[in-house]
């Protein structure tokens, strides 16, 4: 069927992501099996509760603390936090812009109010812009809807927001188990394997 609707996740496929660099960090803070609590592929409660907005970020960080020594500092921790984001490179910006021209565009990212703050200082300090509002139909973050992928009720509050035919959508998201969540609402939905592809080559081979 043919593609109307955009929705694109932001960590791993519009921003350059490392979870090894915040898994190293925090191991090197003093948490030897973080890697059993925090993943791509699976994390504990703490971290999807801050993602839906359950608990606020110094909530966030006394949780984290209990797994550390008692000097450890909150700007360790956020830092640390922090290390997995990486770089947006331009022309993923530009081919946003491409895309709007045609589509309707929303962002879609799991995400927290402390990589929002670090994101968006980044953002603002590269491109001169203070959020991606002007790249998108539509920004959503799990931790503003309380709710996050893969549940179907994010994909569910989207597509009703949005008035998007879910047969009529495509999403692309680098983690698979959010990309079986929005297919099993009937979105057109395709796993970015970042080893492989880029987002912009895999978007235009779908829409081509």
């Avoid at 984001?85 to 812009?97: A, I, S, T, V």
């Avoid at 929005?182 to 081979?205: P, Y």
Wanted: glycine content about 4%.
């Amino acid at each position: 069927m043919k593609v109307k609707n955009i929705i694109l996740d932001l960590g791993g496929v519009l921003l350059n992501i490392n979870y090894q660099l915040t898994i190293d960090a925090f191991i090197k803070l003093g948490i030897e099996d973080f890697e059993d609590m925090y993943t791509q592929a699976n994390q504990s409660d703490l971290f999807n509760k801050y993602e839906r907005g359950d608990i606020e970020a110094d909530e966030f960080i006394e949780g984290i603390k209990l797994y550390l020594p008692e000097n450890t500092s909150e700007k360790d921790i956020i830092a640390a936090w922090n290390a997995m984001l990486l770089d947006l490179p331009k022309n993923r910006l530009d081919y946003l812009m491409e895309l709007k021209l045609d589509y309707k565009t929303v962002l879609l990212s799991n995400t927290n109010t402390i990589h929002m703050d670090f994101f968006h200082q980044q953002l603002f300090e590269v491109y001169g812009k203070t959020s991606l509002a002007s790249y998108f139909n539509e920004v959503y973050f799990s931790c503003d809807l309380g709710m996050r992928k893969p549940d179907t009720e994010i994909f569910e509050t989207i597509c009703q927001n949005e008035g998007f035919d879910p047969n009529e959508t495509l999403f692309i998201d680098d983690s698979i188990q959010h990309v079986e969540g929005a297919k099993s609402i009937g979105i057109q939905a395709h796993h970015l394997d970042i080893e492989k592809s880029d987002v912009i080559t895999l978007v235009r081979s779908l829409l081509t």
